[in-house]
């Protein structure tokens, strides 16, 4: 019987370590008495439905071993969220089609929420329909928001460069603070997870150290005790440095930035909380401030990463590849933190049925009592993932990525899909 072939996408916003991911699956899969070819989406699930699939096998072996120390998506991501079976039964019917015309049974899906939603659909809906896969969800998310896991990878970067930037930043200001800027605020990722805010405080060494307030979409924000707190931090340190999470929200649960708009995936489009924050800063207390949002640059910083995070991720991917080999399904690979004072951790598993849809917020007891920080206890699970150096390979300066050929593989059906 033909080994079944196996067919990896990248979904969803990426990291600075989705990539080492990719490298996990592919030097497992190709290394599997198992599975046969590897084949890649381009540009995530949208790959599948049109059937455009990237022969992985047209690429080196040194080529595929530098994904780990490459950003982005390498193959290419996308926010495209399945709709149920009931409401597109059209997507499903167009993926078996694809996936038995290339012989392909296995599916790792390598994103955060919602890709383990769509994971979970295509391993059930695809034995409803005649031709079995095993899906295998790859974690990956700069956000930190999914359960049963202790971390998820590509965070462990984005919060080594948030802490680093605020560290940064905040010198910068206390440098000018007697005659310019005495307001700085840094908007970072996290829509309803203050996971990457908190990260923020890795940057404060000494008790008066930035960042003196922290903004978290698990506290309702108040105005007057927000200001408050900004005119005793000024009045006492000269300056004041804060880290906002792009989904500081107000008690009935508005968000300070919501521009109106959604996503492919109905999420409120936010609009800058930054601006709006400053705004508030100079009409009520007058002082020079500066602000900046970390955006892209935040999961794009590869040459800042995180090498415990640059592991866990490379690490996954292979278990990924392992589970499938034991025939395990609808499952997503977990990072689990070993007991010991120092830092541990290995691989295991969860159902998706009950990873799908859910997220997982900052606990209160990693807040401090005002709200503003983070405590002993949130420190201590932070502190080390971002533990680490792991610099790419430079030339002439510039960090050396890989560059993927990115060869198609001849298409077998005639009938094109729209997506």
């Known amino acids: 019987m033909a080994k079944k072939n196996a067919f990896y996408a990248q979904s969803g916003g990426v990291t600075a370590v989705i990539n080492a991911s990719a490298c996990g699956v592919i030097e497992a899969a190709r290394a599997s008495k198992k599975i046969g070819k590897v084949y890649a989406g381009n540009n995530g699930i949208i790959g599948a439905l049109r059937e455009e699939l990237i022969d992985v096998s ?60 769509t994971c979970l659909k295509i391993s059930q809906l695809s034995e409803k329909m005649g031709y079995p896969i095993q899906a295998i969800h ?24 948030v802490a680093v930037s605020t560290k940064e930043a905040s010198m910068d200001v206390a440098s000018m603070c007697e005659s310019s800027t005495k307001v700085f605020i840094l908007e970072v990722m996290g829509r309803h997870a203050g996971w990457i805010a908190a990260a923020g405080a890795l940057a404060k060494e000494q008790e008066d150290d930035a960042p003196h307030i922290i903004l978290f979409p698990e506290i309702a924000f108040n105005k ?12 006492k340190n000269g300056y004041c440095v804060i880290v906002a999470s792009e989904g500081a929200q107000y008690k009935d649960g508005t968000f300070l930035a919501d521009a109106g708009t959604t996503d492919a995936f109905g999420h409120k489009q936010l609009g800058g909380v930054a601006p709006t924050l400053a705004s508030m800063v100079k009409d009520e207390l007058g002082y020079k401030y500066h602000w900046a949002l970390a955006d892209y640059l935040q999961r794009a910083g590869r040459h800042i990463a995180s090498a415990t995070d640059v592991e866990q991720a490379y690490a996954v991917g292979r278990r990924a590849v392992e589970l499938a080999e034991a025939s395990h399904n609808a499952v997503m690979v977990t990072i689990e933190r070993g007991k010991g004072k120092k830092y541990s951790w290995s691989v295991g598993q969860a159902p998706l049925d009950k990873v799908a849809n859910v997220e997982k917020m900052m606990p209160r007891s990693y807040i401090t009592r005002d709200g503003f920080g983070v405590t002993e206890a949130g420190r201590a699970y932070l502190q080390p993932l971002i533990q680490g150096e792991d610099y790419p390979p430079y030339k002439n300066g510039i960090p050396q990525y890989a560059r993927l050929k990115k060869v198609l593989v001849e298409r077998k059906l005639k009938k094109r899909f729209k997506v």
């Open 224 to 235: 007057e005790k927000f200001l408050r707190k900004v005119k005793q931090t000024v009045k």
């Open 138 to 161: 790859v974690p990956k998310t700069v956000d930190n928001d999914l359960p049963f896991t202790d971390c998820c990878p590509g965070f462990g970067s984005v919060a080594k460069y």
């Open 58 to 117: 047209k690429e080196t072996r040194s080529t595929i071993s530098a994904l780990k120390h490459t950003p982005s998506g390498a193959f290419g991501s996308c926010r495209y969220k399945l709709k149920s079976l009931e409401e597109n039964r059209a997507e499903y019917e167009r993926l078996i089609e694809v996936f038995k015309a290339h012989n392909i049974g296995y599916f790792f899906y390598n994103g955060g929420g919602d890709s383990a939603d």
